[in-house]
């Protein structure tokens, strides 16, 4: 667990000791005094610098699920576009933009100018 997941929980349990105190107070079950020592845990983790230490990790968890969205999206545009290819190299046709390729004569073509495609051709 990391320091700031230390300060989550620690927070966690102060706010939801200060609710409980403002609940209480609110039902006229304490008075202002009693609710503010109940509270007192909330108001000694509450610092500026702890809320700022996890706004900054939300921030770089934020930053970090974007990045591998985006890595996400390109891996399916990846299988899409290799999905695609595939059906089309069945079809013995490549498109790629405007251009088009026949497989049998880029074959042949290529074999004819002494370029091997496969191991032992």
Not at 11 to 34: F, N
Not at 42 to 54: E, H, K, R, S
Not at 56 to 78: P, T, Y
């Amino acid at each position: 667990m990391t320091n700031n997941d230390e300060l989550a929980l620690k927070l966690r349990a102060a706010a939801e000791q200060a609710k409980s105190a403002m609940d209480r107070y609110d039902a006229g079950e304490v008075d202002g005094g009693e609710a503010m020592e109940l509270m007192g845990d909330f108001t000694d983790v509450v610092l500026p610098a702890n809320i700022l230490a996890l706004l900054a990790e939300r921030d770089a968890d934020k930053k970090r699920i974007a990045d591998l969205s985006a890595l996400l999206g390109n891996a399916h545009a990846f299988i899409e576009n290799t999905e695609a290819f595939g059906r089309e190299a069945a079809t013995g046709i490549i498109k790629c933009g405007d251009a088009e390729w026949n497989i049998d004569n880029s074959k042949a073509a290529l074999s004819e100018g002494g370029i091997k495609l496969e191991v032992g051709e």
